[in-house]
């Protein structure tokens, strides 16, 4: 006999993959309630409405919502499935992972676990992540039984299952994607790849155990970490050598086998920017190449103030009498990649927080996918494109929304991270 589809699932972590994650179950007429500490995010999704920008999620939500298949909350409830959808950042300067968020969200579910239940780590983690979840687990719950110690027969299924989209088409990706299933037991995997199938098309890959899944989500963003490092790299030596990076990679990029990617000031959101630093503190010695790239690439942001401060100097010399209190500074751009509003672990907004507390003069923000600036901003000015361009003296363009492209500054110095202005420029 089939197993019965499951009728409750709850989301912990309601952000930039908890919310799309928790819409799509509902939009399928799963009974769905998200659990999420920030009081006014729940308030606002429990509104129909949503707190991040993501294209067609408000559509998605407001209609489960009407239909009574979604709802927010504060506190865990019981549930058949349980996904865990919390952040995993860094603790301390060596790049540490921290899984507290992880253990604070398994540890309000452990109360209302019973028999039977499914908990997967959506997390981005470093190896051994679920493992510890499942320990936590049952260190909480010790009337319950879990797969590190009763296998198959376990009360409780674990399994790793992470998230493989990418902004700005999440709703899309999080259907057509292939999922990798890493579950601690055959059936625990069995279980996950049952759940998932409530919504994906794409296929559900069970790996050999939840250790590989996880290190199969590093590998794919220390991957593309790598081949940005590459391309920044290459703006380096293409600086240094008086070459304009952007023809370059253009015409490497003729070759029928080389697809060289676009540099930029670094490398910013929730997972190239972070899950390399996983594979780093789980074999130092051996991940030489996945350091390197990451040392580039964090490196960007420091390479680009000092082009600033270069052009700032510059400036002041072709103008004499003038100071650095009367230049205006114009950073087109904050979120970590176009047209989206995600600053998490933006190398932009780090480059702008630094103009901000060293900058003697007025510093102009044009971030058209956010209401207010964020918290390190100082005396900033949020404002539009138009604006910017008729008042800066320099003008510095960190992210290439689309927005950009329209941009056309003369006359006045321009240091484009992106290749925006450059594009308008190509042959």
């Keep these: 006999m089939p197993e019965l589809p499951f009728k409750r699932i709850s989301i912990i972590g309601l952000g930039y993959i908890g919310l799309p994650t928790a819409a799509m179950f509902a939009s399928r007429k799963v009974e ?33 919502m009407k239909e009574g298949y979604l709802r927010a909350t504060t506190v865990p409830e019981p549930a058949e499935a349980f996904l865990i959808a919390v952040p995993t950042p860094f603790k301390g300067e060596n ?11 398994v540890r309000a579910i452990a109360p209302v676990l019973e028999a039977g239940n499914l908990v997967i780590l959506e997390s981005t983690s470093p190896v051994g992540a679920t493992e510890a979840m499942a320990g936590w687990l049952a260190e909480a719950r010790r009337d319950l039984s879990f797969p590190q ?43 996950a ?67 060289v990617l676009q540099p930029g000031p670094g490398v910013g959101g929730h997972c190239i920017a972070v899950d390399p630093w996983f594979i780093v503190s789980s074999a130092p010695e051996q991940a030489q190449l996945i350091r390197k790239a990451r040392e580039v690439n964090d490196g960007k942001p420091g390479w680009v103030i000092k082009k600033v401060r270069a052009a700032i100097g510059a400036h002041l010399m072709d103008n004499p009498g003038r100071t650095a209190r009367e230049v205006t500074l114009a950073v087109y751009g904050l979120a970590f990649k176009p047209d989206i509003d995600d600053l998490r672990e933006s190398p932009a907004l780090a480059i702008a927080r630094e103009l901000a507390a060293n900058h003697a003069g007025p510093l102009m923000v044009v971030e058209p996918n956010i ?36 941009i056309t500054i003369t006359g006045r110095p321009v240091i484009d991270a992106v290749g925006v202005i450059a594009a308008q420029t190509q042959p």
């Design 32 to 64: 769905v309630v998200g659990v999420d500490v920030n009081q006014k995010a729940v308030d606002t999704i429990n509104r129909g409405e949503v707190h991040i920008v993501e294209p067609d999620l408000d559509l998605v939500v407001r209609a489960v």
């Design 95 to 105: 790049h540490e992972p921290d899984l507290s968020f992880i253990e604070a969200a």
């Design 149 to 191: 110690d009763a296998g198959e027969a376990s009360d409780i299924r674990v399994a790793h299952c992470p998230e493989r989209v990418l902004p700005g088409k999440v709703m899309q990706e999080l259907i057509t994607n292939d999922r990798v299933i890493g579950g601690m037991t055959p059936a625990c995997s069995q279980a």
């Design 193 to 259: 790849a049952r759940l998932y199938r409530t919504f994906v098309t794409g296929d559900c890959v069970v790996a050999s155990g939840p250790r590989v899944a996880e290190m199969a989500k590093l590998t794919e963003n220390s991957f593309r970490d790598v081949n940005i490092a590459f391309a920044n790299e290459l703006s380096l030596i293409c600086d240094a050598l008086s070459m304009d990076v952007w023809e370059l990679i253009r015409l490497a990029n003729r070759h029928p086998r080389v697809n």
């Design 371 to 406: 209401a207010t600036l964020p918290d390190g901003l100082g005396g900033a000015q949020h404002v539009g494109a138009v604006e910017a361009q008729e008042i800066a003296d320099l003008h510095l363009v960190l992210v290439g929304h689309s927005g950009f492209r329209d």
